[in-house]
């Protein structure tokens, strides 16, 4: 049996979890939802559910860790909030020691998402006039939150402040449009089918990003095919016209989202997909520079753990027999946090580490140490994978995933002369 929700008491259990928008999702159309820090979910849809269910041991590190499936309703209250909460599927009351849910927001909690924007509710403590009042501003919120969502498309490289109050972390949730893009669509879709459905199972996975102050998250599009074999000639048509417009056909890679933190003027940049599918060869390996510079400086020290990661998936991918990961992504993570300045003239002990390569030329009398820099990456994404376990499928495929290895292959080398040209 799946496990499922974790350690809550029965009361908060039966109650559900209020899921809010992952706000480091930077890319795909599916709604990815937080479950708590450490967890997301996102629509459960068979193919990938048996992926996870049957990874290959060897894969299991390049992958977000599997926590089982729960199922989520759509739920409106009298003052038109709408909310998704999660319960646990049937059954699955005897798996509650599996996940860890000590920071969950249960429905009985506050903080509710509505189909525009947050809104808190203090239920009778605050007066009808506070909340006339509040209803009036997060309206005119919400406009301006709508017009955001129509230019998002128009505007493919946006920067926003990340410093206005508070610390970088609480105000990034308030600056990815598309995260908010897809958490909308999702609202949107689930009301529209409410009449006839309000049970949906979402799939539990591994948050990436839960272990970095600031993520900075790169979001590439694996392969030189992205259609499955059950794809319509419709959407048959429309993918291949994609990635022959894109460096996908070309490359074998191509940008489909980012998000980069800018030290220098303390803004979060965001790259979207639409601007990554125009991109030529060269504009993508300049892509890739910026997801490495942080506004001030070229973060160099990422470039040999970001390439050793690469080249071990690559290692791993060629030896799965029959594997194809059309339409999969792949992350690249890492901490976009300041690194610590140390002034030049400082005791010769303070300098020991320091590494001249990640020195700022603009910086003068500084350079910088790096604190102990964590890269991620990992394959995300398999709703249109297949392989020869996957009975039901008609067509079978022989040997490796050639396209998303090319893929790989072209990456690496790419950040290989972005290393190499930085260094001369």
């Known amino acids: 049996m799946s496990p499922a929700f974790g350690a809550m008491e029965v009361e908060h259990y039966s109650k559900g979890v209020l899921l809010e928008p992952f706000v480091h999702q930077v890319g795909g159309h599916s709604c990815v939802l937080r479950f708590n820090d450490k967890t997301i979910c996102k629509p459960l ?71 525009k924007k947050t809104v808190l509710l203090e239920n009778e403590k605050v007066s009808k006039e506070w909340v006339r009042q509040h209803r009036k501003e997060e309206k005119m919120k919400s406009h301006k939150l709508e017009e955001e969502f129509d230019w998002l498309k128009k505007s493919e490289v946006m920067y926003y402040s990340a410093e206005k109050k508070g610390n970088v972390s609480s105000q990034i949730k308030h600056h ?25 199972k979402f799939i539990l996975l591994e948050n990436l990003t839960s272990r970095y102050e600031v993520p900075c998250v790169l979001d590439l599009k694996m392969g030189t095919r992205q259609h499955g074999d059950d794809a319509s000639e419709e959407k048959k048509a429309h993918q291949i016209r994609k990635c022959q417009q894109s460096t ?14 800018q030290t220098g003027t303390a803004q979060l940049m965001f790259m979207n997909k639409y601007h990554g599918r125009k991109l030529s060869v060269q504009g993508f390996k300049e892509a890739l520079y910026q997801f490495f510079h942080n506004g001030k400086y070229l973060r160099r020290e990422l470039f040999e753990p970001v390439i050793k990661k690469l080249t ?58 790096p604190t102990a820099s964590t890269v991620d990456v990992r394959m995300i994404d398999f709703a249109h994978t ?32 972005i290393r190499d040209e930085s260094s001369e």
């Open 45 to 115: 849809i068979q193919r990938e559910h048996q992926f996870y269910e049957t990874l290959p041991t060897e894969m299991r590190k390049f992958t977000p860790q599997y926590e089982g499936v729960v199922s989520v309703s759509f739920e409106e209250d009298e003052d038109g909030n709408l909310c998704l909460i999660a319960y646990p599927l049937n059954g699955d009351h005897d798996n509650l020691e599996s996940l860890d849910n000590s920071d969950c927001e249960t429905k009985n909690k506050l903080l509710r998402w509505t189909s």
């Open 176 to 200: 990815n449009p598309w995260s908010m893009k897809c958490h909308q669509q999702q609202l949107q879709r689930m009301k529209e089918n409410a009449k006839h459905r309000n049970q949906y």
């Open 248 to 261: 996908s056909a070309i490359i074998g890679v191509r940008v489909c989202g980012m998000q980069v933190y």
């Open 312 to 369: 071990e998936l690559k290692s791993v991918l060629e030896k799965q027999e029959s594997y194809r990961f059309y339409s999969s992504s792949l992350l690249i993570i890492y901490d976009g946090k300041e690194r610590q300045e140390v002034a030049v003239d400082s005791d010769p002990e303070d300098l020991e580490d320091l590494s001249e390569e990640s020195s700022d030329e603009s910086a003068g009398a500084y350079a910088y140490k």
């Open 386 to 417: 297949t392989c020869k376990y996957y009975g039901e499928d008609s067509v079978v495929h022989e040997g490796q995933d050639t396209g998303y290895v090319f893929g790989l292959q072209n990456l690496i080398d790419i950040i290989k002369e």
